[in-house]
């Protein structure tokens, strides 16, 4: 890698890490009370108006990527042309048919991932109510858990960061996506002073944090892989609501659960599915708002 391109990664992932810490940072914007917490919903409001502002200065890295005159040297060299817009760069093209595509391959993949916990709650009786619960948006907290946090998490450390350092000719496709989630991990470990308070124990929130950066990062390699392949964003931002809902598996209550063999089973298969259909299902074929030939060839420039 020539010193253009060094300069390039060092401007396109500091960028990354300058998304993450605006992103962050737009939520303690406003003086905290601490007799409300970040649950009080005059809060939570607020940090939707942050948000707003974090995701719109979020595009900014991005659309210089794309815009950039002379092209980065890594995107002239692969022969392929930068998305021709912000919105189209995004993957938030109003396209139904990419974003119904992107959708069920997605949050198909993300079902069947959680196909062992889905099968505890059936036997439980408890499916049901558990959507119908998320659907009933009857507060600000299920308004953030399940629609707001997805859909800005997802545009800021999906659309922007892996755009802005593919576009830029920073990145490989394998370290857009391996990489870039970790920001997302990192933008969860502000909520270790919160967990220390309420926990009285350092090590108890230390130990919290270190299971959230692990979920969430990895969360954040099957997002971002899936928004490559399919190139739309919808698709990850619905495996994202779904995910939060599900919340992490009850593993140790489905080891003791009268019914475990046939949860287990279901563990099983469901991951099976989900390693067999990962990529048939994000096949570019199959998604008009694919760019990941392209991306393909620029990472592949780098080499």
């Known amino acids: 890698m020539d010193a253009s391109n060094t300069g390039s990664s060092f401007v396109a992932w500091g960028s990354a890490l300058g998304i993450t810490a605006v992103y962050v940072g737009s939520l303690y914007l406003w003086p905290e009370v601490p007799s409300e917490g970040r649950n009080h919903p005059r809060t939570v409001k607020k940090r939707f108006a942050s948000l707003v502002g974090a995701c719109a200065a979020a595009c900014v890295p991005l659309m210089r990527a794309i815009t950039a005159s002379p092209m980065p040297e890594a995107v002239t060299r692969a022969g392929v042309t930068p998305p021709q817009s912000l919105v189209i760069a995004l993957g938030i093209e109003p396209d139904l048919n990419a974003a119904a595509a992107s959708t069920v391959a997605t949050l198909g993949l993300a079902v069947a991932l959680f196909l062992g916990p889905l ?55 394998r370290a857009a996506v391996f990489l870039s989630p970790m920001c997302f991990g990192a933008a969860h470990l502000h909520h270790f002073r919160e967990l220390r308070r ?72 469901g991951v099976c599915a989900f390693v067999c259909g990962l990529w048939p299902l994000t096949d570019p074929r199959w998604h008009p708002a694919s760019g990941w030939d392209d991306l393909v060839k620029v990472g592949r420039s780098l080499r």
């Open 119 to 173: 099968t505890h709650l059936a036997i439980d009786g408890r499916l049901f109510s558990r959507f119908t619960n998320a659907l009933n948006v009857d507060s600000v907290l299920k308004l953030r858990d399940y629609y707001v946090a997805p859909a800005s998490e997802e545009f800021a450390f999906r659309a922007c960061v892996t755009q802005t350092v593919m576009w830029s000719g920073a990145s490989t496709v």
């Open 198 to 269: 309420r926990t009285g124990s350092a090590a108890t929130a230390l130990a919290a944090i270190a299971a959230q950066f692990t979920y969430t990062t990895a969360f954040g390699w099957f997002a971002a892989f899936a928004y490559l392949r399919t190139g739309h964003l919808l698709g990850p931002v619905a495996a994202h609501s779904f995910c939060n809902v599900m919340g992490l598996p009850d593993v140790v209550g489905a080891c003791g659960h009268r019914r475990k063999g046939v949860i287990g089973v279901a563990y099983v298969f």
